[in-house]
């Protein structure tokens, strides 16, 4: 189902809100008096997004009171939301697409006088972190997009290096076997669907938990919870997440 969420739009709000394509919309929004455009993959798209709430949102909701938080692979911002609502002083997304980052900008406007946090959504390469910020956030959320990562294990310590307390992940393409392995695929182009990340001849990771859990440690995590879907839709949501702090030097 969409997200849900508790606020009502002006009369100029749904006007803007209309001027966006239906694809920036990665997460569908209901409100208390309109809905945001479907995405043409959306049934898909709320389903899994509906699933990545229920494995994070109590992760994110507890450990966000009056934090720095780090939003990265943000799309349209709905998991920015969620750590506003958790109680988050300030919340920076990160994104590569444009459109996107324009639709959260407007998805947290609409929060306006009803959470005390301070947004700033901006496009952006995870490759270079460290060029694009200067000082730790107290917590980096990454959640999705690890596998259409190249170097997932370097990217993985760029944000070792910008998380002081704690690092949400999720991500899909988990392997069912045992063993630390990993497999590189080619993909079939997908972004006629509106699925702009899944582009012709673009490489993307499946990894065992094993492989995500060394990956962690690499990068100078050590893994304090883990979650996965229910054994029976592990097929539909191959996912893994963890929830995971800061141990010391990566690699070390």
């Given at each position: 189902?969409?997200?849900?969420?508790?606020?009502?739009?002006?009369?100029?709000?749904?006007?803007?809100?209309?001027?966006?394509?239906?694809?920036?919309?990665?997460?569908?929004?209901?409100?208390?008096?309109?809905?945001?455009?479907?995405?043409?993959?959306?049934?898909?798209?709320?389903?899994?997004?509906?699933?990545?709430?229920?494995?994070?949102?109590?992760?994110?909701?507890?450990?966000?009171?009056?934090?720095?938080?780090?939003?990265?692979?943000?799309?349209?911002?709905?998991?920015?939301?969620?750590?506003?609502?958790?109680?988050?002083?300030?919340?920076?997304?990160?994104?590569?697409?444009?459109?996107?980052?324009?639709?959260?900008?407007?998805?947290?406007?609409?929060?306006?006088?009803?959470?005390?946090?301070?947004?700033?959504?901006?496009?952006?390469?995870?490759?270079?972190?460290?060029?694009?910020?200067?000082?730790?956030?107290?917590?980096?959320?990454?959640?999705?997009g690890l596998y259409h990562i190249a170097d997932p294990p370097y990217v993985l310590t760029k944000i070792g290096e910008l998380t002081g307390e704690r690092f949400i992940m999720q991500t899909s393409n988990v392997l069912p076997r045992a063993g630390n392995w990993a497999k590189f695929i080619i993909r079939e182009d997908r972004t006629a669907e509106g699925l702009t990340s899944i582009r012709g001849g673009r490489g993307v990771w499946r990894f065992t938990v094993e492989c995500l859990r060394a990956m962690l440690t690499y990068a100078g995590f050590e893994i304090l919870d883990e979650r996965r879907p229910p054994e029976d839709v592990r097929k539909r949501f191959p996912w893994y997440s963890a929830l995971a702090e800061p141990r010391g030097t990566p690699g070390g």
């Open positions: 189902m969409p997200y849900q969420l508790d606020v009502e739009l002006t009369a100029e709000q749904k006007a803007y809100m209309s001027r966006f394509s239906a694809e920036s919309w990665f997460t569908s929004v209901d409100f208390k008096n309109a809905s945001s455009p479907r995405h043409p993959s959306s049934k898909k798209l709320e389903a899994n997004n509906e699933m990545k709430r229920g494995l994070v949102s109590s992760w994110i909701r507890s450990q966000v009171q009056g934090k720095r938080v780090l939003d990265l692979f943000c799309a349209n911002g709905a998991f920015s939301v969620e750590a506003a609502i958790g109680g988050a002083r300030e919340v920076v997304g990160l994104d590569f697409s444009q459109e996107r980052v324009d639709c959260a900008r407007f998805l947290v406007g609409t929060l306006e006088g009803k959470v005390d946090c301070t947004f700033h959504f901006m496009t952006g390469d995870v490759y270079e972190l460290d060029t694009l910020f200067s000082e730790p956030f107290d917590v980096v959320i990454a959640l999705g």
